[in-house]
């Protein structure tokens, strides 16, 4: 199992591709939500704010609604597989909204895609507090829930400022930052994908 397998490590791997994937997932949404009001505020001429303010509620609300019953499922599974696969569609879908925001024209069209993220988000939590949890290194907990969030913040300190003055240049360049975001955050599958390899050898 997972557990044996980080516990056998002088680096704990499991706890490092899941701090990698955390950083392409939500390192960067927190980064990019700041921005979004401003983005959405030039691509939907009215009531911007109204609706961003609408959105979002969405996306909390399908959290809200999809987090138990997801739970309920993730601990159901009988193997860590199950939870790793159901954390990367997780991520995926935290991801690809990003890459359809450049065509939002239309408040349902922002609507739906925060559905869309809201559902990946809590795929991404239920089953990333899991697998973490269940592999922290006995005795270092708190040194490695310190490490990932020093990792977490310096990523952002990055992420911050380069999303920040690329998107200032010009729209052109607001629409590839957020295309880029959904390009990274898809791609936090990585991660995850060699954490069940690990699994695998199990």
């Known amino acids: 199992m997972l557990t044996k397998i980080s516990q056998t490590k002088k680096i704990n791997k499991i706890v490092m591709f899941l701090t990698l994937s955390d950083i392409f997932t939500w390192g960067l949404y927190l980064i990019v939500n700041s921005l979004v009001g401003i983005y959405l505020s030039k691509k939907i001429d009215h009531d911007a704010t109204a609706i961003i303010g609408i959105g979002v509620s969405i996306y909390y609300a399908t959290r809200a609604l999809s987090q138990i019953p997801i739970a309920y499922l993730t601990d159901k599974t009988k193997s860590d597989r199950d939870d790793i696969f159901i954390l990367t569609l997780g991520n995926f879908l935290m991801g690809a909204p990003f890459l359809f925001y450049p065509f939002i024209s239309e408040p349902f069209m922002y609507y ?3 559905i869309i993220m809201g559902l990946g988000a809590s795929m991404n939590l239920v089953n990333w507090r ?8 006995k005795g270092k907990e708190g040194l490695e829930y310190g490490i990932y ?3 977490m913040s310096v990523a952002m300190i990055v992420f911050s400022l380069t999303a920040g003055l690329v998107a200032n240049i010009n729209d052109r360049y607001f629409d590839i930052v957020m295309i880029t975001v959904g390009l990274l955050t898809i791609s936090s599958g990585i991660w995850t994908t060699l954490i069940y390899f690990i699994d695998r050898k199990s």
């Open 112 to 114: 739906f895609l925060q």
């Open 130 to 137: 899991k697998i973490f949890a269940k592999n922290l290194d």
């Open 149 to 151: 969030d020093t990792v």
